[in-house]
Every structure is written in structure tokens, then in C-alpha cells.
Nanobody, 127 residues
Framework: QLQLVESGGGVVQPGGSLRLSCAASGSTLDYYAIGWFHQAPGKEREGVSSIDGNDDSTYYADSVRGRFTISRDNAKKVVYLQMNSLKPEDTGTYYC????????????????????WGQGTQVTVSS
């Protein structure tokens, strides 16, 4: 059974950077699509970025395109989310999720599409 653990969250000033990691256990990440989701306090979970399990195509929410970069290292069983130029509205809990195979370009931002989830890591962007 695939298990996911997020790390790398913390407190950072606006304009700063963080790199989140999503580490897998119980299975390799080969052929798994991975998604990153953001849940701000009092709001619903929303898709931030995803990477395809077959061809490594990447997808981004408009709010983070150009600032965040998703990448994977299958040998290390880790997917990263590099977050630059952070804004206060990026504050919240970040979760990674997984599903086998291809990312559905129009569906990946919806949490219900992803069967495997980590516990989340907290990011606070504040001066």
C-alpha cells in the first residue's frame, strides 16, 4: 500500500522560497501521478500542481504558475514542489496525493480524483 509523507514546510517571509517534499513508502513512484494541494484556513482544498505518471507532463494552477515548480526523483521515491516568490495567500497546509497513471488535465485539481494522500505540511508566509 502506497503511503505518502510530506515535509519541508515552515515559516517564511513574503518573497521567500520553500521546497516541499513528498516521500513515498510501500511502493515505488514509477507510473504514479502526483498532485500537490493547498488548503488555506477555513477554505476547501485546491489543486496547486501535478505531474503525470506516464510522461512527466506538469500542470499548474494559474495562481502559482511561474512561481512553483513540480519535479520528481523516482529513484529516491520523492516528488518536490519548489515554491518561490511566496505570498501571504500561499499560507496553509500542503498535501501531496497520488494515483496510478496519467493525469486527467481537466480533473487533476479536484481532490476527489486522488485515492492516496499524505498528512500534510504547514506553510506560513508572513512578515
Amino acid at each position: 500500500q502506497l503511503q505518502l509523507v510530506e515535509s519541508g514546510g515552515g515559516v517564511v517571509q513574503p518573497g521567500g522560497s520553500l521546497r516541499l517534499s513528498c516521500a513515498a513508502s510501500g511502493s515505488t513512484l514509477d507510473y504514479y501521478a502526483i498532485g500537490w494541494f493547498h488548503q488555506a484556513p477555513g477554505k476547501e482544498r485546491e489543486g496547486v500542481s501535478s505531474i503525470d505518471g506516464n510522461d512527466d507532463s506538469t500542470y499548474y494552477a494559474d495562481s502559482v504558475r511561474g512561481r512553483f515548480t513540480i519535479s520528481r526523483d523516482n529513484a529516491k521515491k520523492v516528488v518536490y514542489l519548489q515554491m518561490n516568490s511566496l505570498k501571504p495567500e500561499d499560507t496553509g497546509t500542503y498535501y501531496c496525493a497520488a494515483d496510478r497513471g496519467a493525469v486527467a488535465p481537466s480533473l487533476w485539481p479536484f481532490p476527489t480524483m486522488w485515492p492516496f494522500w499524505g498528512q500534510g505540511t504547514q506553510v506560513t508566509v508572513s512578515s
